[in-house]
């Protein structure tokens, strides 16, 4: 691969962790040339199973734009072609995209990926120290909002801004591989530890408690060091339920378990969506009942996943069409991810890619549609599709 290519494309995704105004007419730049670059160089067509998903996404994005519309949340139409473009557009063709551009070795694309890493940390550090009063305050935490240091508007919601932390917290786990290796390269693991502190610290300013999780997710491939057998599959199963048992058992409480299971018994009063549902559901405070709704004096108006905001928002069909679309994407993701962990080990790659892979999913499971990093969510689907391919190529996924 030439020097210059390797520093565009690096910078390239430098620039999408800062996340700067017009980011996401750069992206489209980005997907347009690397489709033209496929079909010029004659690329194999994705498999049948990679165009289902990428159709239920393309359908999942013309009818929810246009339920939005029905409903006159974007009236006029014209002034909201950015967010209708966004949504029917980029999943699919960022999936499809992703699955074509040209393959690289895999440290090189780790280096890729950790060029977007490094980004969205000196973006979410920014936005910290812009926000602190004073500005040496920096044992302050932020629960609301954060200051930005580009776009509009220059106040974001909390969670919009804490999910670029969390992809600096995988470096963490990206410690023991590299102590695994021989020889030890002491420089990378005291950057890994350097670079997974100030993630720590950006979860610790936003309060988060769904970056801890995050953190827990992407430890679990270090797992498979272990020498094979059944305490292998003994301490991964412990592991997986660990947190089962402390939310059964109380030790671990969040009030999201309970909005979404009285989302999921309301659901059928609103077909359509429309933000039309309102009713009670538990906190983790005893004797206190929160209330979800649109309606003033709501302590909650999004149930907190993608999928049921979407179907919030716009009911069965696009929630439907996007459920279809993430349960093969879900299910090929792991299926090919556990097979490159089955004949490659532990590698270090791996257990970058399992970890921006757990940012995503828990951006999913636990954070509102409306407060999802917007970008993060579009560059998901291009993330899912080349290492997809990556997998599929048997590759060695090494560090950078």
């Known amino acids: 691969m030439k020097k210059w290519t390797f520093v565009v494309c690096s910078g390239l995704a430098f620039l999408f962790g800062l996340g700067f105004p017009k980011s996401f007419s750069l992206l489209y730049l980005v997907l347009l040339f690397g489709g033209w670059q496929a079909v010029r160089r004659g690329a194999a067509p994705p498999s049948p199973l990679l165009r289902r998903i990428a159709m239920a996404l393309l359908l999942f994005g013309c009818s929810y734009a246009a339920i939005q519309v029905w409903h006159g949340v974007w009236a006029p139409w014209p002034s909201f072609l950015p967010e209708i473009l966004a949504v029917a557009v980029l999943p699919s063709a960022g999936l499809l995209v992703g699955w074509l551009l040209p393959y690289e070795r895999a440290d090189v694309q780790s280096c890729w990926l950790q060029a977007y890493v490094f980004g969205c940390l000196v973006y979410a550090l920014l936005s910290v120290g812009l926000s602190h009063q004073p500005w040496w305050n920096l044992a302050q935490t932020f629960p609301h909002v954060l200051r930005v240091p580009w776009g509009a508007p220059r106040w974001l ?75 292998r599959r003994l ?30 018994a309301h659901m059928a009063r609103a077909p359509m969506g429309g933000r039309l549902l309102a009713f009670r559901y538990a906190s983790c405070l005893p004797h206190e009942q929160l209330v979800f709704g649109s309606q003033p004096g709501s302590t909650a108006f999004t149930p907190h996943n993608v999928i049921l905001d979407v179907f919030n928002d716009a009911g069965w069909l696009p929630s439907a069409l996007l459920f279809l679309a993430m349960v093969l994407l879900l299910k090929a993701w792991l299926q090919s991810f556990f097979q490159a962990l089955a004949v490659e080990g532990c590698s270090s790659g791996l257990v970058l890619r399992w970890g921006i892979f757990c940012v995503l999913l828990v951006q999913w499971l636990a954070q509102p ?9 579009s560059l998901g689907f291009v993330f899912c599709g080349i290492t997809l391919a990556e997998f599929g190529r048997r590759s060695v996924p090494v560090s950078c």
């Open 157 to 231: 919601s909390t969670r919009a801004v804490e999910q670029r932390g969390f992809l600096s917290l995988v470096q963490l786990a990206l410690v023991g591989p590299l102590l695994w290796q021989t020889p030890r390269r002491w420089g990378l693991v005291m950057a890994c530890l350097v670079l997974g502190g100030l993630g720590l610290y950006v979860t610790y300013s936003t309060q988060s408690r769904i970056g801890l999780a995050t953190l827990y997710l992407a430890l679990f491939p270090l797992l498979w060091h272990w020498r094979p057998g059944r305490w």
């Open 235 to 264: 301490a991964m199963a412990c592991y997986g339920l660990a947190p089962l048992l402390a939310l059964l058992t109380g030790r671990v409480c969040d009030e999201r378990f309970g909005l979404v299971a009285q989302f999921l």
């Open 369 to 377: 549609f409306l407060y999802t990093d917007q970008l993060m969510f």
